[in-house]
């Protein structure tokens, strides 16, 4: 059974003047596997993200969409949220209802509110196919290769090579030292190159 | 450099190439040549008796052609490992087949005219991208300023070598036609940069702060010299450096505002000829060296580089970050950071704090034994692959392979092809999705189905 939580971020003004946030989330609210709809005025903040935690626990949600800015924004931010009570980051959905909606349609919040309610109801039922991923581990070999060994790769290697891991410092010519070692002394305090 | 030489962790791999990289973050395979020195680095001791019995000499690529070289060389005197090279081009032993003279006097025995490149492939987790910059070839677009023809007429990097200690000229600033000190000189910043009609359009940087520099080592130098600097504007933002240039002003540079517009010789003399723009005439200069602050551009071969580590360029050549402001280290390939002039022109202190970055996010990514991998990758549904290898081309990643999977199909043991994604090198970009005829290939988080139901909830 799955049961979706659905929450419609204000943005401040940002999304609010132009989406009648109200609206959407009542019309959220009657769609079916729906069982919990609200809006808020910044759903990433702290406040925010305690309403999503404290509506997983008592709705027994399984789903969760957030409508609000570009998941280029917070989908992360989402994602650890949800985590954070246990449910599977990949349950989580978004809709973008900012910059594909209230920021383009800003002078027509009817056809705006129109077009959220649409988007919302595309995460919705995204989010009732969405299924558990989890991530793969790969192994790192701890070893750096650095192509150039002037002034950037020496610098690195040394970085790198202080911390305790391996490193090739690689240069196609017979030598270290690159363009730096040419120069005589160097600005502002003409100190020595090499 | 001493101190990247003797590190414990640091393996020198000098007058080597990438030819190949394979591989994905935290497991790149890197194929190297290393070129045949002619020379057994195992025996060699530094001591120089090659060099200096070595009968062919011919112009040192360090000194820019300042000073010479043999055809069995250390680059320059302090040169890391100190173990020489044979310029196969030069030497008589290779051009001729005989001469032999290196091996005969060489105490160690280390020398070996048959060495061959090497070829090796080595694992690495992370790669770090330093390759750097080179001087914008003025000679072949300033014909204004003799198209390289006037050998008094030289670039920021001779002017290097001839104040160096150990360079061509011992320190001392000569004119390299006679040999005769410099009473005039004068420098003219921007050659080849924020010149969209000959060079660059962008800015190099370096260049107000080192010809301030060169300056004040002309009047410091040579007495009762005179420098004079032809300038567009003089950028000097980063600490201290105006205080640089305000310095280098009070020891008597006398700085031009505007543009050198021909440069052409007069008896021993070289006349300047520009436009003083805050004047408002034009001015001449009877000058004895002209050093042209000319621009940086990528290090040749940056192609080569590009294409091998996937990395994206700018219009210019130079590698591009994965963000301008929030990610200037990394790149779009995972495991693969920049560092240096081969990301944009910059100076030496921006250099090493942008080096010691992406040495910070190497760290990082080395900190842990393995790392997590988003899993949004494709998925390949064996059932139902045909094993038509559409999708292999399609990837950008290279993360498709073809693999034979049998099966009992009817009571018998059947061999086929399927495709396999590597999900250490897949990006999740679902190209390959759109391309499976068979509909075999999915985007975990981005199935068909999942897409379809949104398509559905917004149409039906």
């Known amino acids: ?194 | 450099m001493v101190a990247a030489a003797q590190h414990p962790q640091i393996k020198l791999m000098t007058y080597a190439e990438v030819e190949n990289v394979a591989g994905y973050v935290g497991n790149f395979e890197v194929t190297i040549r290393k070129k045949a020195r002619s020379v057994d680095a195992s025996k060699c001791t530094g001591c120089g008796t090659c060099w200096e019995k070595c009968p062919t000499k011919v112009d040192s690529e360090f000194d820019l052609g300042l000073g010479k070289r043999k055809a069995i060389y250390l680059p320059f005197p302090q040169a890391v490992p100190a173990v020489p090279v044979i310029d196969r081009e030069h030497c008589r032993q290779f051009t001729r087949g005989k001469c032999g003279v290196c091996q005969k006097v060489c105490p160690a025995g280390a020398i070996d005219y048959n060495q061959q490149d090497e070829i090796v492939t080595e694992k690495f987790g992370a790669i770090v991208v330093a390759t750097g910059y080179e001087l914008f070839k003025w000679e072949e677009v300033y014909g204004e300023y003799g198209y390289g023809k006037y050998p008094d007429v030289i670039t920021g990097m001779h002017f290097e070598r001839m104040n160096s200690a150990s360079g061509p000229t011992g320190g001392k600033i000569i004119r390299p036609s006679d040999g005769k000190e410099p009473k005039t000189v004068v420098f003219v910043k921007c050659v080849g940069s924020r010149d969209e009609a000959k060079g660059k359009s962008y800015c190099s940087r370096a260049c107000c702060m080192y010809t301030a520099k060169h300056a004040h080592q002309v009047l410091e130098k040579i007495p009762g010299s005179k420098a004079f600097v032809f300038y567009m504007d003089v950028r000097t933002p980063g600490k201290a450096y105006d205080e640089f240039y305000e310095r280098t002003v009070h020891e008597g540079a006398i700085y031009v505002r505007g543009r050198v517009s021909k440069i052409f010789p007069e008896g021993e003399k070289l006349i300047v000829r520009g436009e003083d723009t805050l004047l408002g005439r034009q001015v001449e200069v009877a000058a004895d060296l002209v050093v042209l602050a000319t621009a940086m551009v990528p290090s040749r071969g940056w192609e080569k580089v590009a294409r091998m580590v996937n990395l994206a360029t700018d219009k210019d050549g130079f590698f591009q970050e994965a963000h301008p402001k929030l990610r200037p280290v990394e790149t779009f390939t995972a495991g693969v950071y920049l560092a240096g002039a081969c990301q944009g022109p910059k100076d030496i202190p921006d250099t090493v704090a942008q080096a010691s970055a992406a040495a910070a996010k190497v760290c990082n990514l080395f900190s842990r034994d393995e790392m997590t991998t988003d899993p949004m990758t494709a998925q390949v549904d064996e059932s139902l692959c045909s094993g038509c290898a559409m999708c292999q081309p399609i990837c950008p990643y290279k993360a498709i392979e073809m693999k034979t999977i049998t099966e009992r199909v009817a009571g018998k043991q059947v061999s086929r092809q399927v495709a396999a994604v590597n999900s250490g090198l897949c990006q999740g970009c679902g190209a390959c999705t759109v391309a499976c005829r068979a509909s075999a290939l999915n985007l975990k988080g981005f199935t068909n189905e999942q897409i379809l139901a949104e398509v559905d909830a917004v149409c039906l």
């Not at chain 1, 989010?127 to 070999?141: C, D, G, M, Q, Y």
């Not at chain 1, 002034?151 to 017979?174: F, H």
């Open chain 1, 1 to 194: 059974m799955k049961r979706i939580g659905v929450f419609i971020c204000h943005c401040g003004t940002n999304i609010a003047s132009a989406v009648d946030v109200k609206k959407v989330a009542a019309v959220a609210a009657t769609w079916a596997g729906v069982v919990f709809a609200t809006d808020y005025q910044y759903m990433c903040s702290d406040p925010g993200q305690e309403l999503i935690r404290k509506a997983i626990k008592e709705h027994r949600l399984n789903r969760v969409v957030v409508a609000s800015c570009t998941p280029r924004l917070h989908e992360p931010t989402f994602r650890k949220t949800v985590e954070s009570v246990g449910l599977n980051p990949y349950l989580f959905e978004m809709a973008n209802i900012r910059e594909q909606c209230a920021w383009v349609h800003a002078k027509d919040k009817e056809g705006a509110t129109a077009k959220a309610i649409d988007l919302v109801r595309m995460a919705v039922a995204k989010a009732e196919r969405n299924f558990a991923l989890s991530a793969a581990k790969i192994p790192v070999t701890k070893r750096a290769l650095i192509i150039g060994a002037g002034i950037a790769g020496m610098q690195a290697a040394l970085d790198i090579a202080d911390s305790g891991y391996e490193v090739v410092l690689l240069d196609r010519e017979p030598t270290i030292g690159g363009n730096m070692v040419k120069l005589d002394k160097t600005f502002p305090t003409l100190d020595c190159s090499a």
